[in-house]
């Protein structure tokens, strides 16, 4: 408190200084250096009036709550509008007091001109001084150094490295040839991009600052690119978002992430529309906990639902997810709910309680090789019986939309994981036609640094020092970030009108072995120190991942990265014995295998040496375990009656 006092004592001190300089010099210029003793007389008189008028006056406007080293355009905007008014005010004042004062009118002009410039002036040259002395473009200390942009990002960017003692900006690079000779805070554009290993070499850096938020992610993966191929260390800045608050700070500045390689162009989202699905409504998420699930929670949490479901069967996951809501949004309402998705008991207690209006299901096993092996029932039950259970509450409770998770490998799957979510997907379109609700799918690809994915696994083995093991060199995989998932999935589900699968754009396909020598080198290695290591292919997996069957087309949508796929599609026959089968005690994994290829024709285990069933054969024309099919009459309705479900009357028991 006593050194902000001190500061503003010392602001008014300076400001009555320059107003009684300002008023001096303004007799001198209208008289040319030569004052009369009259007018010497005169200007002292009016002196001890004008200078406290126009100091009450700047403390009206706010003068001295600033800081001079952050003075700014506002600041100038104000000293000019408070000594407009005082310029105005002096003859009034002069006026009301009637002492016979004549003060030439060229001083009542040339005094307000004078203080402006020397009030900005001297805060500006303050500032200047602060920032980085009176010589500051002669700076020789700190560490050499290239930014590779020339936009708003780099000029704000070239400011805070100004100030710094361990930084010294020598230039510039970028590829818009306008810019080519211009300079940004006194430091030239040098060149473009191609041209960062000449330069670097010439000018001594082996640090090269990226600072491109605005550009594609094509543009900011090859500016990384050559900073590999030119064996210099990169920083980049923060994303355009985070730039929009203010200032690019140097303490923001962080290392190439390997989302900043495979990252992607922002999603445009529809946010009314999303407001109108979302904001004021009851949203449940089921696996709330999980990666997918949890940055749901998080999407979802910035459009103010009434309240916010989250339903998850791990504690812990749970707990985490609850602990971060709190303090991320502490105005949220939500409720934390275990259970089971297969639990029927359970699932339709909680939605009995809470009336959600929307439901996006994400819980699930996902992990490919432990559902192929000893687990495979398991998989079915949870995916396939867990879907339809909270499929068919969805419906018994009037909730609005049904928005269910899908993934990539259920496009001619190979593995137990992949044919359980393609069954799963069916289930939910057999129960379109006669439910209230509307079921939209999503299919995806691989999401970075989700739980039980890749990139963990590889930062850890570089970690220890590795190796880092790779099932082969030409396996490949679609990659998005999370938050990039979870936004496409809120948009699908606005967009969908019920039955749809939607299909998101996952970009160009990415070879794990091309990801792994991107994790090592970002790690600060190199391939010698830390190496790769081929372990073949394990149970389930293929070699790389479709997001659509070769039977299949696509519709386009209003959204670029959404697609509709066309898929075959089953009826409430074929849900009525899938349900039956899915509802028998136990499995092992050879028959669980053997039915799927039943159930999904274009299944193909990996490695079991079975063939799928001729492509002319539909899915709702045989039985795949001895399980009669209904035929038409009294039996087929009733066989049928068990598993339909009347949005108003429920399940018939």
Same mark, same amino acid.
């Given at each position: 408190?006593?050194?902000?006092?001190?500061?503003?004592?010392?602001?008014?001190?300076?400001?009555?200084?320059?107003?009684?300089?300002? *008023?001096?010099?303004?007799?001198?210029?209208?008289?040319?250096?030569?004052?009369?003793?009259?007018?010497?007389?005169?200007?002292?008189?009016?002196?001890?009036?004008?200078?406290?008028?126009?100091?009450?006056?700047?403390?009206?406007?706010?003068?001295? $709550?600033?800081?001079?080293?952050?003075?700014?355009?506002?600041?100038?905007?104000?000293?000019?509008?408070?000594?407009?008014?005082?310029?105005?005010?002096?003859?009034?004042?002069? *006026?009301?007091?009637?002492?016979?004062?004549?003060?030439?009118?060229?001083?009542?002009?040339?005094? !307000?001109?004078?203080?402006?410039?020397?009030?900005?002036?001297?805060?500006?040259?303050? $500032?200047? *001084?602060?920032?980085?002395? #009176?010589?500051?473009?002669? @700076?020789?200390?700190?560490?050499?150094?290239?930014?590779?942009?020339?936009?708003?990002?780099?000029?704000?960017?070239?400011?805070?490295?100004? @100030?710094?003692?361990?930084?010294? #900006?020598?230039?510039?690079?970028?590829?818009?040839?306008?810019?080519?000779?211009?300079?940004?805070?006194?430091?030239?554009?040098?060149?473009?991009?191609?041209?960062? !290993?000449? *330069?670097?070499?010439?000018?001594?850096?082996?640090?090269?600052?990226?600072?491109?938020?605005?550009?594609?992610?094509?543009? /900011? @993966?090859?500016?990384?690119?050559?900073?590999?191929?030119?064996?210099?260390?990169?920083?980049?800045?923060?994303?355009?978002?985070? #730039?929009?608050?203010?200032?690019?700070?140097?303490?923001?500045?962080?290392?190439?992430?390997?989302?900043?390689?495979?990252?992607?162009?922002?999603?445009?989202?529809?946010?009314?529309?999303?407001?109108?699905?979302?904001?004021?409504?009851?949203?449940?998420?089921?696996?709330?906990?999980?990666?997918?699930?949890?940055?749901?929670?998080?999407?979802?949490?910035?459009?103010?639902?009434?309240?916010?479901?989250?339903?998850?069967?791990?504690?812990?996951?749970?707990?985490?997810?609850?602990?971060?809501?709190?303090?991320?949004?502490?105005?949220?309402?939500?409720?934390?709910?275990?259970?089971?998705?297969?639990?029927?008991?359970?699932?339709?207690?909680?939605? $009995?309680?809470?009336?959600?209006?929307?439901?996006?299901?994400?819980?699930?096993?996902?992990?490919?090789?432990?559902?192929?092996?000893?687990? &495979?029932?398991?998989?079915?039950?949870?995916?396939?019986?867990?879907?339809?259970?909270? &499929?068919?509450?969805?419906?018994?409770?009037?909730?609005?939309?049904?928005?269910?998770?899908?993934?990539?490998? &259920?496009?001619?799957?190979?593995?137990?994981?992949?044919?359980?979510?393609?069954?799963?997907?069916?289930?939910?379109?057999?129960?379109?036609?006669?439910?209230?609700?509307?079921?939209?799918?999503?299919?995806?690809?691989?999401?970075?640094?989700?739980?039980?994915?890749?990139?963990? @696994?590889?930062?850890?083995?570089?970690?220890?020092?590795?190796?880092?093991?790779?099932?082969? !060199?030409?396996?490949?995989?679609?990659?998005?970030?999370? !938050?990039?998932?979870?936004?496409?999935?809120?948009?699908?589900?606005?967009?969908?009108?019920?039955?749809?699968?939607?299909?998101?754009?996952?970009?160009?396909?990415?070879?794990?072995?091309?990801?792994?020598?991107?994790?090592?080198?970002?790690?600060?290695?190199?391939?010698?120190?830390?190496?790769?290591?081929?372990?073949?292919?394990?149970?389930?997996?293929?070699?790389?991942?479709?997001?659509? &069957?070769?039977?299949?087309?696509?519709?386009?949508?209003?959204?670029?990265?959404? /697609?509709?796929?066309?898929?075959?599609?089953?009826?409430?026959?074929?849900?009525?014995?899938?349900?039956?089968?899915?509802?028998?005690?136990?499995?092992?994994?050879?028959?669980?295998?053997?039915?799927?290829?039943?159930?999904?024709?274009?299944?193909?285990?990996?490695?079991?040496?079975?063939?799928?069933?001729?492509?002319?054969?539909?899915?709702?024309?045989?039985?795949?375990?001895?399980?009669?099919?209904?035929?038409?009459?009294?039996?087929?309705?009733?066989?049928?009656?068990?598993?339909?479900?009347?949005?108003?009357?429920?399940?018939?028991?």
């Amino acid at each position: 408190m006593f050194k902000s006092n001190a500061r503003t004592i010392l602001a008014m001190l300076h400001d009555a200084v320059v107003a009684a300089l300002a *008023w001096y010099f303004a007799y001198l210029l209208r008289f040319n250096f030569e004052l009369s003793p009259r007018y010497v007389l005169e200007m002292q008189q009016t002196l001890v009036w004008v200078v406290p008028l126009q100091l009450v006056i700047f403390w009206q406007f706010s003068l001295y $709550r600033g800081i001079w080293r952050y003075a700014s355009t506002t600041d100038l905007r104000r000293i000019f509008l408070a000594v407009m008014l005082s310029a105005a005010a002096v003859p009034l004042l002069f *006026w009301m007091l009637r002492m016979g004062w004549v003060v030439p009118r060229a001083v009542l002009v040339i005094n !307000p001109l004078l203080l402006i410039l020397l009030m900005g002036g001297s805060r500006f040259v303050y $500032r200047l *001084w602060k920032e980085q002395g #009176l010589y500051g473009t002669l @700076k020789l200390h700190g560490e050499p150094v290239l930014v590779l942009g020339a936009g708003d990002a780099a000029a704000s960017l070239a400011k805070e490295l100004s @100030k710094s003692d361990a930084w010294r #900006l020598v230039g510039f690079l970028d590829d818009d040839r306008e810019h080519h000779g211009h300079t940004l805070n006194g430091v030239r554009v040098l060149g473009g991009l191609d041209s960062l !290993p000449e *330069w670097a070499a010439r000018l001594g850096v082996s640090q090269v600052i990226i600072a491109m938020p605005s550009s594609s992610h094509q543009q /900011r @993966k090859r500016a990384i690119q050559l900073c590999n191929q030119a064996k210099l260390k990169a920083l980049t800045v923060p994303s355009f978002d985070d #730039l929009m608050s203010g200032k690019v700070a140097v303490s923001q500045l962080r290392a190439i992430e390997l989302d900043d390689l495979l990252g992607r162009d922002p999603v445009v989202l529809d946010d009314a529309g999303l407001h109108g699905l979302l904001s004021g409504k009851t949203v449940m998420v089921t696996g709330a906990g999980g990666s997918i699930g949890s940055e749901l929670c998080r999407q979802i949490a910035r459009f103010a639902p009434a309240k916010l479901m989250l339903f998850e069967s791990s504690e812990f996951a749970l707990y985490t997810i609850e602990q971060e809501l709190k303090q991320t949004f502490p105005a949220l309402h939500f409720v934390c709910l275990i259970g089971d998705v297969r639990d029927d008991a359970r699932v339709n207690e909680v939605m $009995r309680q809470h009336q959600p209006n929307v439901l996006f299901h994400a819980a699930a096993y996902k992990h490919v090789p432990l559902m192929e092996q000893h687990n &495979a029932w398991q998989a079915i039950r949870n995916n396939v019986l867990g879907t339809w259970t909270v &499929a068919r509450a969805a419906q018994l409770h009037g909730v609005g939309k049904f928005v269910m998770i899908s993934t990539d490998k &259920a496009v001619n799957p190979t593995n137990v994981m992949g044919a359980s979510k393609r069954l799963a997907e069916m289930a939910c379109q057999a129960l379109q036609p006669s439910a209230g609700t509307r079921f939209v799918m999503v299919r995806f690809g691989n999401v970075l640094g989700s739980t039980g994915s890749v990139i963990p @696994k590889f930062r850890a083995q570089i970690s220890q020092g590795g190796p880092v093991t790779v099932t082969h !060199p030409d396996i490949t995989r679609y990659f998005m970030s999370i !938050p990039e998932a979870a936004q496409l999935v809120l948009q699908a589900g606005l967009m969908g009108q019920g039955g749809e699968i939607f299909v998101l754009d996952m970009g160009e396909p990415v070879k794990i072995v091309d990801l792994a020598k991107d994790l090592i080198r970002l790690s600060g290695f190199t391939e010698d120190e830390i190496k790769i290591e081929f372990t073949g292919l394990r149970p389930g997996e293929k070699l790389y991942e479709e997001l659509l &069957a070769d039977s299949e087309q696509t519709l386009p949508t209003p959204h670029p990265k959404l /697609r509709i796929a066309q898929a075959r599609q089953a009826d409430a026959v074929w849900l009525a014995q899938l349900l039956k089968w899915t509802d028998s005690a136990t499995m092992d994994d050879e028959n669980v295998r053997a039915a799927l290829q039943r159930w999904v024709p274009e299944y193909q285990p990996n490695g079991h040496g079975r063939n799928a069933v001729p492509d002319n054969e539909t899915c709702h024309a045989r039985s795949p375990l001895p399980i009669p099919l209904p035929q038409a009459g009294e039996g087929a309705n009733e066989s049928l009656r068990e598993f339909h479900i009347n949005p108003q009357q429920g399940r018939s028991q």
